[in-house]
C-alpha cells in the first residue's frame, strides 16, 4: 500500500490542512498508536490518534510536505506486527490543535477492527529479562507492544487492557508509566506487568500444593529426574519431559494413551534444531517467525529415541515462545512439548481441567494466575519444495481474517467437518476462521467448539443469518448447523468445499479443476467419495472423474484396519482365489479375512467408497507397513516414510481411465503392478515410491486432459493426502512441463480444518448468484 495512491482521493494543495485517515488491518495491540505519535512528532504535525472497533482513526493537521512526509512513515514503515488492509481519506477543517495526542479507545460502534494474534516474546524482551540490572530480570510474564498474548487474553473489543484476562492485575507507578508513555516501547502494551503487579508464577504438585522456592528451578528438577511437568502456556497446557530418554517417553505415552502418534519438540535454540534435524530455507523463516509454530523437519541420525515419532522420518519442532518456555528450557537441548490431554480430547487450559490430568499423566504443574481467554493449540507447517503450508492453524495466525473474493451483507457461518474441526464466520468481506479445535466425535469436543463459536460471534458483533455445513447427516457439525435458527441452512458436499477453500485463497473466481484426496467425505449419491476430480466453481460443481467404488468392509473399522482395504483391492483384483494367490506376499489367512469377505459379497456393513486415502492403507498394508493403525493417517505416513527412503525412483504404474462420464478411475493395474513387484524381489521402498509416482502422474495428467477438455487453465489440490510431502514435491515437479497453473493450500490446512472457509464462500457464491 503506497500513500501516493492513498492520497489521490483527497485534492492537498497549499496552506494547512487536516486529514483523517481510518485504518483498517491488524492496527491494535501491535504498538501502532506509538508509531503513528512518533511519525506525526517528527512531521511536525497535530492531531489525535485513537482505536475503535471500527479500526485506529486519525487525524493530522499541517502542510502538504509534512503530511506527505506522514502518509510515507505511515506506508512504509509500519510497527513489524502490523498490517494495513485499508486506509480511507477525508478532508475535514483544520481546528488548530497545538500538539498531536493519543486519545482514549472508543468502545462503541460496530466491529471492522482485525483483532491481534499471539506472537514469541521478542529480543528486546529476552535481553531484559537476561539482565540482571533490569526490573523485569527472569520475569516470566514479560512483553511489550511488539510481542506476547493477545488473542488468548482478548475478552472484548476494542482491544484494551480493561476487555483482556489482564483487567485483574492493576498495574503499578512503574509499569503505569511505561504504559502511558508515547515514547515507550511498552505504551498501550496490554499485558504490561512486572515481578510487583503482574501474573505470579507456581509450582504445584498433584494435589494442588504449592512446592519449591523457585518454580522454574523446581520443574527443571522434575523434568531432569525423569518426571512429566505440565505448563500453561498462551491457549493451554503442554506437557513437558525429556526427549534423550525413551523410558521417560515410553511412560509418557502410556498415560497419554498415545501408542505411536509422533511427539512435538521443542528445541533450545536454531542451533539445536539443526544438529537434530535438516533445516531448509523456509523452514529457518518458519521457526524464527513471530508465530514459532511447529515445522515438520526431516531428522538426522542423531541417536533420539525411536519412541518419539516411531517409523517417522520427521520431527516436529518449534523454538520456545513464551518467557516461561525461555526459562524452563535452559539446560536442555530440547524437551518433549506435547499438548496436555488424553489421545483425542480437547486442550485443557484452566485449573479446573489441569486437575484431570495432574496425577493420572502429570506429576506436577507450573501454573499462573493469568486467565486464558480462548484455548489456542500450536500451529503446525510443512514445506514441499520450499512453499509453506499449513497442517494446522493455530497460534499465531488465529484470529487473522482471509479476505473473501465478494462482500456480502449477511453474516455466514460455516460449520466445517467432523474431524480437525473448525468454524469460520463472515463480517463483510472478511472471514474469520477459528483455531483448531480437534476431532469432534465426543461431547467435550463439541462443548469446546460451542463455547468457543459464542466467543467468536461476541467478538465480531455479528449473529449469523445463513448457516453452512457439511452434506453427512451424522456429523456434530451438521447437527448444529440445523440447530442454530438461522433462516437459511445450506448444505456443501465435503470435496467442493475443500476445492472451494484453495480458490478462496488465491482469489480464483473462474471454474477449476478441483482434486479433492482425502480418506472420506459424504457424497451426493450418498457413497463416501475421497478420489475427486470436479470441474468446480464457487456455487456448485461437476463431478469429471472418480477413483472406482470399492467396499468399505466393517464400516469405521476399516480405516483402523488397512489389511481390509488391501483385502478389498486383491479381491477385485483376484476374485474368489484371493487368499490364496495373496499367500506368497501377504498372509491374510492369519487374519479374519473369510469373514470380511462375506461381508463385502453380502454388501453388509460394507458402504461403498471412492477415497483414494484408502488405498494409500492398502498399499501401505500390501506392503506389510502396518495391519492396524492408532491414529489417522498412520499407515500413509509409513508408506510415504519407505518412499523417501529409496533414492531416486522415477518409474510408476498406469490407472485404468474408462471412458465414462463420469470417469471411473481403477487402481487395479496399480496394485497389479504392486504386486509383481513383489514378487519380483524389488524392494518395498522402491515400490512405494512408484505407488507415489503414479498417484502423482494421475494427478498431473488428467487434471491436464480435463483442463484441455473444459478449456480451463487452473488446478486446485486440496484434502489430506496433500499433506504427503513427497506427493506434493513429484506433482510440483510433474506439473511445470504442462500448462495448467496447479494451486495448493497456503493459508488454511488442505485438510478438514479448512473446509469451513470453503463452506462459507460456497454460500457467498449462491447469495451472489441469486440461488437463494
Known sequence: MKWEDIKKKEKIGSGIHRIRLNVRGRVQGV??????YRFAKEAGLTGSVKNTRSGVFIEIEGDAGSIDLFG????ENPPPLARLDSVDIESIDPVGDEAFVILESEGMGDSDTIFPVDTAVCADCLSEMRDPSDPRYLYPFINCTNCGPRFTIIEGLPYDRGLTTMKEFEMDASCTAEYSDPADRRFHAEPISCPDCGPVLTLINVKGKRIGKDPIDGAR?????????????LGGYHLACLATDGKVVELLRSRKRRPAKPFALMFRDLAAVKEFCIVGEEETKLLTSPETPIVLLRKRKNGLPDIIAPGNGYLGAFLPYTPVHHLLIEGFDLLIMTSANFTNEPLISTEEELKTILGPIADAALVNNRHIAHKCDDSIFFAPSGVPVPLRRARGFVPEPVKLPQLVSRSILGTGGQEKGTFTLTKGEMAFVSSHLGDLGDLRGQMNYRLEYEAFKNLLGVEPEIAVCDMHPDYFTTRFAEEMGCSTVIKVQHHHAHAVSVMVEHGIEDPVIGVSFDGTGYGTDGKLWGGEFLL???HDFTRLAHLKYIPLP??????????RMALMYLWQLYGDSVLEKAEAFLPLDRLPSEKILQLARQRINSIETSSIGRLFDAAASILQCMQKVSYEAEAA???EELALNAGTVDRYYDFDISDSDPIEIDPSPVVKGMVDDILAGKSREEIAAAFHNSVAHLVTFLSYALCKKAQIGKVVLSGGVFQNRYLCEKISILSRSIPPIFYQHRIVPPNDGGISLGQVQAGVAKIIKGLL
Open 72 to 75: 510515507r512513515s505511515l506506508t
Open 536 to 538: 468446480a466453481r464457487q
Open 637 to 639: 505416513i509409513m508408506l
Open 221 to 233: 528438577q522434575i523434568i531432569r529426574d525423569g518426571g512429566i511437568l505440565a505448563v500453561k502456556g
Open 554 to 563: 466393517g464400516g469405521a473399522v476399516a480405516i483402523r484396519e488397512p489389511w
Open 31 to 36: 504498538g501502532f498508536r506509538p508509531s503513528v
